[in-house]
């Protein structure tokens, strides 16, 4: 499977190697690397810097490091979770402004919106329906801190609907890290939730006619007008 690391960068080569057979799946997630003596003699490296090789992969979340008599190097399933951290800590740091998630969202999220409604299936529109009537018990209840979990969900879920794993990762990335500006700026309350409802009970109804292009506006005037409202209490 590898074959001896070009001396000239050597770990960068055994980094590379091990990342394109976990891509071309001839590692597949699950599976274990071959011992570390044996991975050296492969490699025709030092240990030092086959461990060091091993750890990138890890933090790069490809492998997993087990030790003990039964551990080694255990192929992960390759998820988005990672990136998500990496967005958190950027929006946590303040790299990440409310004006750069509002540029980003209301061009990206109304053509996310626009191809979720051309390839919405009924199960689909279902799915959302039974979110959004979550929401209104949480409206009716006055559950604020859950109704922004689920309006994180309906936002992901039109990622889902998308059958774009690239818009599923974007709109999850997003909306898993986006709500701490409304606890800042824009706390939840009745009048604030009730219109966020207003606005989602509508894109569900042109989700139902198949009006693509009014559920794309309605979403980018949602998160324009609720960006703008945020903007006022920064």
Not at 1 to 8: S, V, W
Not at 10 to 17: G, K
Not at 59 to 67: A, E, F, P, S, T
């Given at each position: 499977?590898?074959?001896?690391?070009?001396?000239?960068r050597?770990?960068?080569?055994?980094?590379?190697?091990?990342q394109d057979a976990i891509?071309?799946?001839?590692?597949?997630?699950?599976?274990?690397?071959?011992?570390?003596?044996?991975?050296?003699?492969m490699f025709d490296t030092s240990r030092g810097t086959l461990r060091e090789a091993l750890r990138v992969l890890?933090?790069?979340?490809?492998?997993?490091?087990?030790?003990?008599?039964?551990g080694g190097a255990i192929v992960k399933r390759i998820d988005a979770e990672p990136m998500i951290e990496s967005l958190a800590l950027l929006i946590r740091s303040g790299e990440v402004s409310l004006k750069h998630l509002a540029e980003f969202r209301i061009i990206i999220e109304g053509n996310i919106?626009?191809?979720?409604?051309?390839?919405?299936?009924?199960?689909?529109?279902?799915?959302?329906?039974?979110?959004?009537?979550?929401?209104?018990?949480?409206?009716?209840?006055?559950d604020w801190e859950n109704f922004l979990k689920i309006d994180e969900k309906m936002h992901t879920h039109i990622g889902i609907m998308t059958r774009n794993p690239v818009f599923q990762f974007v709109q999850k990335s997003i909306h898993d890290n986006i709500h701490q500006y409304y606890e800042e700026y824009l706390p939840m309350n009745k009048k604030r939730t009730l219109e966020n409802l207003t606005d989602f009970g509508k894109i569900i109804a042109a989700l139902k006619t198949d009006d693509a292009k009014t559920a794309s506006s309605i979403i980018m005037d949602h998160v324009k007008r609720f960006n703008d409202k945020m903007q006022e209490h920064e």
């Open positions: 499977m590898f074959k001896k690391a070009k001396q000239n050597v770990f960068q080569d055994v980094v590379e190697q091990i891509f071309n799946g001839k590692l597949k997630p699950g599976s274990k690397l071959p011992p570390e003596r044996t991975l050296k003699d890890e933090q790069k979340g490809l492998i997993d490091i087990k030790l003990g008599v039964a919106m626009e191809l979720a409604a051309k390839r919405a299936t009924k199960e689909d529109i279902q799915n959302l329906e039974v979110l959004f009537n979550k929401a209104k018990t949480c409206y009716k209840n006055s």
